[in-house]
């Protein structure tokens, strides 16, 4: 069994989305002024590699730890996309429970570039995942929807799904048949960074 790390590193100066708070992990203990160390974390929940809960858009939509964590992991189909998610993309997802959006995006990460001219899904892809049984989205890029749009984000979290966003490490899956586990906080919020992991089983 293989195990691939699919999370960036939450670290301080690391990129946030436009607008959004920074990420600071802050020790107010350390070696040099006592004998452990003990840090304090301030941070947007959409810092990193994370996911987004309908309540990001719902407000009667499931929070973080109302989701069931049977529902955050599964078997995955990685399907590759240049910039838009299209219609004939999503052919044969039937017993597919994760949708992973692999455009190698994340190779911008840490540049400015990465937050413009993102990847995205088209409406109608979004609808037809909608009436399928995905659970969830996965994309290695900072948004579904183009920047500035939010309509991808309320076509799936009012729908129920739930969205992450800012994969990484998508090049080294090789396999086809993948499981795919994205792990939050149990935060009563309406995202929380994920540690996001692929299991390669091999048959
Ligand atoms: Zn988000």
Redesign the pocket.
Same mark, same amino acid.
């Given at each position: 069994m293989q195990i691939i790390d699919l999370s960036h590193v939450l670290t301080n100066g690391m990129p946030v989305f436009p607008q959004d708070p920074p990420f600071i992990l802050e020790e107010i203990i350390n070696f040099e002024n006592d004998l452990y160390s003990l840090s304090i974390l301030k941070t947007g929940l =959409?810092a990193g590699t =994370?996911i987004?809960a309908p309540y990001?858009f719902h407000s009667s939509g499931r929070k973080i730890n109302q989701i069931k964590l049977k529902d955050l992991m599964g078997t995955a189909k990685i399907i590759d996309v240049e910039k838009e998610v299209k219609a004939e993309d999503l052919q044969s997802i039937e017993n597919i429970e994760i949708l992973v959006i692999r455009t190698s995006w994340s190779n911008k990460w840490g540049k400015k570039e990465y937050f413009e001219d993102n990847p995205y899904l088209s409406r109608k892809a979004a609808e037809i995942i909608t009436e399928s049984q995905i659970k969830g989205v996965g994309i290695d890029g900072p948004s579904v929807d183009p920047p500035g749009e939010i309509t991808i984000h309320k076509k799936l979290l009012t729908n129920g799904l739930w969205?992450v966003?800012n994969l990484n490490n998508l090049d080294q899956i090789k396999s086809t048949n993948v499981e795919i586990y994205f792990i939050p906080l149990p935060l009563e919020g309406e995202?929380s960074p994920v540690r996001a992991f692929a299991k390669i089983v091999k048959k």
């Open positions: =959409h =994370h987004d990001h969205v966003e995202a």
